[in-house]
């Protein structure tokens, strides 16, 4: 499966903005579909994944009440909205798949630049 991540922006403190990861294929519902994010001199941290079926839902502690993973499989589309944007929230957002059988991601999009301003 390819996936494209899109929706990166600026945005201030406090701000919201929605990220996309569009798949292709027609396998999109078989796979875990997660979010991952690397700020500038770090490594890259797991933000949150929904499940295959996209009712079960798993979030760093991090983002937790803040942010809300979402995958629409008719649209092969997964979505995560940030809210309550902080400026250590900055860094490449990258959307990622795995099937259900495997602990690691399998593929990965390109990534998408999020930059909070203070």
């Known amino acids: 499966v390819q996936l494209q991540a899109s929706g990166g922006g600026l945005v201030q403190a406090g701000g919201s903005l929605r990220l996309s990861c569009a798949a292709s294929?027609?396998?999109?519902?078989?796979?875990?579909m997660g979010w991952f994010r690397q700020a500038p001199g770090k490594e890259r941290e797991f933000v949150a994944s929904?499940?295959?079926?996209?009712?079960?839902?798993y979030y760093a502690d991090s983002v937790k009440g803040r942010f809300t993973i979402s995958r629409d499989n008719a649209k092969n589309t997964a979505y995560l909205q940030m809210n309550s944007l902080k400026p250590e929230d900055t860094a490449v957002y990258y959307c990622?798949?795995?099937?259900?059988?495997?602990?690691?991601?399998?593929?990965w999009g390109q990534g998408t630049l999020v930059t909070v301003s203070s």
């Open positions: 929904a499940t295959r079926s996209g009712f079960s839902f």
């Open positions: 294929g027609r396998t999109f519902s078989s796979y875990v």
């Open positions: 990622a798949a795995r099937s259900v059988h495997n602990q690691d991601y399998d593929y």
